[in-house]
């Protein structure tokens, strides 16, 4: 790959917005909004991206944006579905954006069913690794050995895995993203835009003071994760069909770990444990991957 980011910027996102500077995840929402164009409502649950989001008349969106409540932001985007569908507008977009707190915890429920009822939106989930807007907390996606808020001495237990928890809801599409290729975000975003029914996007969002990174390295903390395999870039279509993309580098885990501050109290074993870990998830990820049907 060049690094060239491959894709039209019709302005859906201004500048002026009041992310962290070098936030990826304001970069991610710049490529995934213009990658959905101007026919899209958003649904944003209370987030960093509410905050990025701003309210009316200040949004830097430039689209309507409906602020939601944090455990029924999905429902809420199934409503708005319905509301454009009973108005003749079947064509206009869905964008349910909430954080990982939202998704992989308070916001489960309501997601849940959606997925199972097979609710015509498209969520994406921006995946920091805790509750980061207010003021870095442990969430269920956080994974184990980090420091955050209220595990200072690194949580315990691991990370949930959400890809598998909605591949089993059979919803048409799943994917992982990373802001280190922002082609490959763009492509999985065009790809579900053009699919029907509850689509999924999770993207990794290295976050400055929550992971403890310099403003000028959220990319390359990300590029890490998926080069240490710490977060797989996958797709899941219809819950059975797995494609893994290996990385065309691979770095080991300890890279990516000890670029950040939360890991910083990490000895050699535990180290080691994590590496098991990722190592452990990828083979999984593999036997899927072999085992799909063609
Ligand atoms: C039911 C409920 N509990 C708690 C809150 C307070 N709250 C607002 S945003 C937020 C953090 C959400 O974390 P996440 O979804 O991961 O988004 P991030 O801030 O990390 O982008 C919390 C706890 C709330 N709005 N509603
Ligand atoms: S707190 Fe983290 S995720 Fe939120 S805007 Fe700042 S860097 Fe981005
Ligand atoms: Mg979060």
């Not at 999905?74 to 003749?88: E, K, N, Q």
């Amino acid at each position: 790959m060049d690094g060239k980011i491959d894709y039209r910027d019709d302005g859906l996102f201004c500048s002026g917005h009041v992310a962290c500077g070098g936030c990826a995840e304001a970069l991610s929402l710049r490529v995934i909004l213009n990658t959905m164009g101007p026919d899209t409502v958003a649904v944003v649950s209370p987030s960093c991206t509410a905050v990025i989001c701003g309210g009316h008349p200040m949004s830097s969106l430039k689209i309507p944006v409906f602020h939601t409540t944090i455990e029924s932001a999905a429902a809420s985007a199934a409503g708005v579905r319905r509301a454009l569908r009973a108005r003749g507008k079947v064509d206009t977009n869905v964008l349910c954006l909430a954080g990982d707190g939202g998704t992989y915890d308070i916001g489960i429920q309501a997601l849940s069913s959606v997925a199972e009822r097979n609710e015509d939106i498209l969520y994406i989930c921006f995946d920091n690794e805790g509750y980061m807007n207010t003021g870095g907390q442990k969430s269920s996606s956080t994974p184990r050995g980090a420091a955050t808020g209220s595990t200072p001495d690194g949580k315990r237990t691991r990370k949930k895995n959400m890809i598998e928890i909605m591949a089993a809801h059979r919803i048409p599409y799943i994917a992982t993203a990373s802001p280190s290729d922002l082609n490959d975000l763009a492509a999985k975003v065009e790809k579900a835009k053009a699919m029907r029914g509850t689509r999924m996007i999770i993207v990794l969002i290295p976050c400055l003071p929550g992971w403890g990174l310099a403003e000028d390295s959220s990319v390359q903390t990300a590029r890490l994760a998926v080069q240490s395999r710490a977060f797989p870039l996958v797709e899941i279509t219809d819950g059975v069909h797995y494609r893994l993309q290996t990385p065309e580098l691979c770095s080991p885990l300890a890279d990516y770990l000890t670029s950040q501050k939360r890991y910083r109290h990490l000895d050699a074993a535990e180290m080691a444990r994590l590496q098991a870990d990722v190592d452990t998830d990828w083979s999984m990820l593999q036997q899927r991957a072999q085992i799909s049907p063609a």
